[in-house]
């Protein structure tokens, strides 16, 4: 897998499968008998990424949401952890490959969504509901008021990094204390 993905990020789909075995040190016959296609292949890749990045946002903003006594702080801290992890290099270049082959794989979007994003959002969702149960926010529908704080926060920064290009830190923070005033201006108890 490790190979696969190096091999993944330099060449796109057009990886050598012939130089994915080379680098793990094994034939291209077992990797084949592993993974049966190089398509499969791809998609291993591109789920295990997706999923070691939620995994690394959801521990984060566990952590953080956890007991939160403060809302303005812990969602800043939600958003810098979710920033910080799709804006690292490998998960933006692969993340570059997999939507350059989406017309090749459109079922790759769907898993990198529901194996990515899509994990987070439940989570995020459920935590304003129970926010909004506690009378902390006022947040009529959960799953809007996640893709708008997406939309806030992290948006920007995947606009960007698909020109090649990063949000400055002093905008960053200009952008997320916007964010989250906005955010809470709406959600906020009234």
Do not use: C
């Amino acid at each position: 897998m490790a190979a696969a993905r190096q091999e993944f990020l330099r060449n796109g789909f057009d990886a050598s499968m012939d130089t994915i075995a080379a680098q793990a040190g094994v034939s291209k016959v077992t990797v084949y008998n592993h993974f049966g296609s190089k398509e499969d292949l791809f998609t291993a890749v591109i789920s295990q990424l997706g999923d070691e990045t939620s995994a690394r946002t959801m521990e984060a903003a566990m952590q953080v949401l956890a007991d939160v006594t403060d809302l303005r702080v812990a969602l800043t801290d939600v958003a810098r952890s979710m920033i910080a992890s799709v804006t690292e290099p490998e998960v933006l270049a692969l993340r570059n490959v997999m939507t350059g082959e989406l017309r090749r794989f459109p079922e790759l979007g769907q898993t990198w969504q529901r194996r990515g994003p899509a994990r987070f959002a439940g989570y995020f969702a459920d935590w304003l509901r129970a926010q909004t149960a506690q009378g902390r926010l006022d947040v009529p529908d959960p799953e809007v008021a996640t893709l708008q704080f997406y939309g806030l926060t992290v948006h920007p920064h995947l606009v960007a990094a698909s020109f090649g290009d990063a949000i400055p830190g002093e905008l960053t923070d200009r952008l997320i204390a916007g964010a989250i005033d906005t955010f809470l201006a709406r959600y906020g108890p009234h």
